[in-house]
Each structure stands twice: as C-alpha cells, then as structure tokens.
T-cell receptor, first 115, second 111 residues
C-alpha cells in the first residue's frame, strides 16, 4: 500500500541552526501539506503546496519556514534558524485531489528537538 | 476560526462499550472528516461525511452530521483495546486548500 515517508524520524538540533525535514509523498498525489504537533497538543496546519507553489499558509508559517519540491518526488520543510519552541512532531501529508475535500495521507512524522 | 472542537477531551471506557465523540465547528462546510492518531504516530483517515449526508457507516464506526447545529459525532461500537487513540475531526479551511484539525478526543479502552 502506498504511503507517505518522512526522514529523519527524530532530529536533534541546536537553537539557531537550520533544519530540513524531508518527505516523500504518495507518487500520484498532487497536494502536499506540513503540519506540526507540539507534545500533547493539537495538530496545527503550517502550509499547503500545489503545482510548485504555496496554496495556503498559517500564521505559524513565518519567514523562518520554507517549503520546496526540489526533484518531483521529495517535499521538504526548512526551518532557517530554529527556536526552542519549534520543538514538535512535524507531519507531512499528501492528497490526490486539488482541493482539501478528500482524504489526506499522513507520514509517521519527524520529531524535532531543539536544544 | 473554521476548526472543529471535539468533546470530551478524554474518554475512558471498558472493552465492549460504545464510545461517542462530538465535534463542533463554526462556519459552513462542504464535508467533515474524522482521523485517528495512535500515540506518537501519524494521523489515519477514518471517514468523510459530506454536508448533504446525515449519517455514514464504516465497519464499527458511525458518523453523524447536523449542519443546522454545526456538529458531528463519531460513534465507535463494541470498542476494543486497539481503539485506544486520539480522534480528531477536520474541516476544510475557507480557502479550501487545507484541513484544519480540532484538539481531539483521547480515547482509552481498557480490557
């Protein structure tokens, strides 16, 4: 069964460092998303991406964040200068259709720890 | 905000009992989705109910939608220990390009 894969599963980084979280969405999907979940809290939307551009982003997704689909298969989230409060689980998701009125498939997440 | 809010925040039941979780949202929707998250794992889609549907079934899951009350409920019948997880409702953002999740209900089923 096709699945969304995320690497690494766990990343520890020093405050101020740049991190890149990687995702391989399901191959025929067109819409891609990043979400984050601070431990024990709700799943927060960061950004949606379609046709090589951002469709929508939340207030959390400020200038420190960027997304890219560099090679047609990977979908990355970059945090330029990490802060302690960026520590969270980051989930990538993809869906087959252009709009969000359909099932989204989630990866298993990357646990980011900023120290 | 468009997002749904689940109720209760936590629910503890015995195996075999039914579990009911509720979701309320604030604006009009085209559909509402329910997802499940096992501890520390990704979310898994359970069911999607469209705004013109009132009830939908999938195995032991039953979802209802009342658009006049802007609410939905997820019923899990004959619960099992393996149903222990967090359950989230999700609605589509006003721009239509993102799913927005509620805070979730944490269900604990003991054997």
């Amino acid at each position: 069964e096709p699945e969304v894969t995320q690497t690494p599963s766990h990343q520890v980084t020093q405050m101020g460092q740049e991190v890149i979280l990687r995702c391989v969405p399901i191959s025929n999907h067109l819409y891609f998303y990043w979400y984050r979940q601070i431990l024990g809290q709700k799943v927060e939307f960061l950004v949606s991406f379609y046709n090589n551009e951002i469709s929508e982003k939340s207030e959390i997704f400020d200038d420190q964040f960027s997304v890219e689909r560099p090679d047609g298969s990977n979908f990355t989230l970059k945090i330029r200068s990490t802060k302690l409060e960026d520590s969270a689980m980051y989930f990538c998701a993809s869906s087959a259709w252009r709009r969000a009125n359909t099932e989204a498939f989630f990866g298993q997440g990357t646990r980011l720890t900023v120290v | 905000s468009q997002q749904g809010e689940e109720d209760p925040q936590a629910l503890s039941i015995q195996e075999g009992e039914n579990a009911t979780m509720n979701c309320s949202y604030k604006t009009s929707i085209n559909n509402l989705q329910w997802y499940r998250q096992n501890s520390g794992r990704g979310l898994v889609h359970l069911i999607l109910i469209r705004s013109n549907e009132r009830e939908k079934h999938s195995g032991r899951l039953r979802v209802t939608l009342d658009t006049s009350k802007k609410s939905s409920s997820l019923l899990i019948t004959a619960s099992r220990a393996a149903d222990t997880a967090s359950y989230f409702c999700a609605t589509v953002s006003p721009a239509g390009t993102a799913l927005i999740f509620g805070k979730g209900t944490t269900l604990s089923v003991s054997s």
